[in-house]
């Protein structure tokens, strides 16, 4: 938090299936398992593309979480399947050992391109949609605590842990 690259809006990607882009994944995917993360956005590495990566099947710093498939997607475009929005924690690699609640929509539908430029079309709910909307945030320069509405419930994650559980 605090690098002007997380504050700008990432470009599409325009060229598919490309040892660059391949190559690109590759370093998010080995970034994202180091850190026990449930998603990454090319922007948290540097890099200024439309590229989010996310899923895992067990994730120890969301132990609660349903498994998420795991997927590469480009170009993502989400919308909302209705007005539910759910609040709850969350965390994120750009902003180490912290937590906050935050609100999202409970389902939506996804579109987007794998890096071949096959078609990703996905309706979802709960955990994962909410992974899919926070990694999507960082394509637009949005950091999950500039979607906290009340900032009692940002903090440490040591000193949440007795609220979160």
Same mark, same amino acid.
């Given at each position: ?10 470009? %599409? ?13 590759? #370093?998010? /995917? /080995? ?11 090319? %922007? ?9 990566? $996310?899923? $895992? ?5 969301? &132990?609660?979480? #349903? ?12 919308? &909302?399947?209705? +007005? ?11 902003? &180490? ?16 391109? #794998? %890096?071949?430029?096959?078609?990703? #079309? ?12 926070? /990694?999507? +945030? ?24 007795? /609220?979160?559980?």
């Amino acid at each position: 938090m605090g690098d002007p690259r997380l504050w700008q809006k990432a470009q %599409p990607v325009v060229h598919f299936n490309t040892p660059e882009l391949l190559a690109l994944i590759t #370093d998010m /995917e /080995e970034t994202m398992l180091s850190l026990d993360g449930a998603g990454l956005a090319a %922007p948290q590495i540097g890099v200024n593309l439309r590229v989010i990566i $996310f899923g $895992f099947e067990h994730n120890p710093r969301y &132990p609660e979480a #349903d498994d998420v498939p795991y997927t590469v997607l480009l170009n993502p475009e989400i919308t &909302p399947l209705s +007005d539910e929005i759910e609040e709850a924690l969350e965390g994120c690699l750009s902003v &180490p050992g912290l937590r906050g609640s935050v609100p999202r929509w409970q389902r939506l539908r996804y579109k987007g391109f #794998d %890096p071949q430029g096959k078609l990703i #079309d996905r309706s979802v709910e709960g955990f994962h949609a909410r992974v899919v909307q926070h /990694e999507c +945030d960082h394509l637009d320069g949005i950091l999950y605590p500039m979607r906290i509405q009340d900032m009692h419930t940002f903090g440490y994650t040591d000193a949440l842990a007795g /609220e979160a559980g």
